[in-house]
């Protein structure tokens, strides 16, 4: 069964615009971490979030947390071209040390 | 490193064959993560390992699935007999267990026809 839903399906924006995709997940986590897909590739590792954070960076890339609500945002600034792909949230509930991913959102980034 | 390397990279078989899947993880890492891909089911985990010793099992969709990990560097998944409703991507990925953070293989396009 799927543990994040990933908000929208799917987004399409222009360069140098921001793109901010949402996750919904439903049962407690440990972390929550988010995935890029290239079309045709595996999944790389974007960011890691723990339960006790509410909010991460890494380079253009803004991660928040919010555990009440039991959902998370991603947000990429001045997008580019090359952001075009699929983003996934995952779950790790700590008990069992697998991820539980979402359905995902598809970016398209237009030059 | 070479990162999760998984083999073959495309793999098309008749229905009623056996197919062998296989993944060798990133050296050091402490799990090991089957995943398949589908569009109309996403990412779905099948197995994984923890320490080379299964752990949780119950995405395995069928008797027809068999994973096994005879060592820290080597894993395959095994469907026999194959079927067309099989076809997609498979996933392998490893991890250091409660550091976080997968690496996935380039995945297996299965095709069974």
């Known amino acids: 069964s799927q543990q994040g839903e990933e908000d929208p399906q799917a987004l399409s924006i222009q360069e140098g615009e921001n793109a901010t995709m949402n996750c919904s997940y439903k049962t407690s986590i440990n972390n929550l971490q988010w995935y890029r897909q290239n079309s045709g590739r595996g999944l790389v590792h974007l960011i890691l979030?723990?339960?006790?954070?509410r909010e991460k960076h890494s380079g253009r890339l803004r991660v928040t947390l919010d555990t009440s609500k039991k959902s998370s945002s991603l947000l990429i600034t001045a997008s580019r071209a090359a952001d075009t792909a699929s983003y996934f949230c995952?779950?790790?509930?700590?008990?069992?040390?697998?991820?539980?991913f979402g359905q995902g959102t598809t970016l398209q980034v237009k030059p | 490193d070479a990162g999760v390397i998984q083999s073959p990279r495309h793999e098309v078989t008749e229905m009623g064959q056996e197919v062998t899947l296989r993944c060798k993880p990133i050296s050091g890492h402490n799990s090991l993560f089957w995943y398949r891909q589908t569009m109309m089911r996403g990412l779905e985990l099948l197995i994984y390992f923890n320490n080379n010793v299964p752990i949780d099992d119950s995405g395995m969709p069928e008797d027809r699935f068999s994973a096994k990990m005879p060592n820290a560097s080597f894993s395959t998944l095994k469907i026999q007999p194959s079927e067309p409703r099989d076809s997609a991507v498979y996933f392998c990925?490893?991890?250091?267990?409660?550091?976080?953070?997968?690496?996935f293989g380039s995945g297996t396009r299965l095709t069974v026809v």
């Open positions: 979030i723990r339960s006790n954070e």
């Open positions: 995952a779950t790790d509930n700590g008990n069992t040390g697998k991820l539980i």
């Open positions: 990925a490893s991890s250091l267990r409660d550091i976080g953070g997968y690496t």
